[in-house]
């Protein structure tokens, strides 16, 4: 069964930066679309990046666009997510995803919906 561990996240002031991190149990080389959703107090849940662990595909929402970088490392079946010049409006709930994908760059991925596998959650909080 697959799962998801995330780790990182935590208090900021805002410019600070973070990473979290997201563990799969599975064989990432498996090619998963892998990302994050956030969830910021009292809105809805929102795509922030996603990418495809075979080709190193990355897709980024406006909101994070330029500020952050999703990446992996394939020794350890882990994604990351690296978040500078954070903003208030950066405090979420933050969420990992994953989903066999052959291909990660199509609009749908960008709906919850379409991951099958979720991280427990951490949250960042962005104050000064």
């Known amino acids: 069964q697959v799962r998801l561990m995330q780790s990182g996240g935590g208090s900021v002031p805002p410019g600070g930066s973070l990473k979290l991190s997201c563990a799969n149990t599975d064989d990432t080389t498996n090619n998963y679309c892998m990302g994050w959703f956030r969830q910021p107090p009292g809105k809805d849940r929102e795509w922030v990046a996603r990418m495809h662990t075979g080709s190193g595909d990355a897709y980024y929402a406006d909101s994070v666009q330029g500020r952050s970088t999703i990446s992996q490392d394939n020794t350890k079946n882990t994604m990351l997510l690296e978040m500078n010049n954070l903003k208030p409006e950066d405090t979420a709930m933050y969420y990992c995803?994953?989903?066999?994908?052959?291909?990660?760059?199509?609009?749908?991925?960008?709906?919850?919906?379409?991951?099958?596998?979720w991280g427990q959650g951490t949250l960042v909080t962005v104050s000064p």
């Open positions: 995803v994953a989903d066999r994908r052959p291909y990660c760059g199509a609009a749908v991925m960008t709906q919850q919906v379409n991951y099958k596998y």
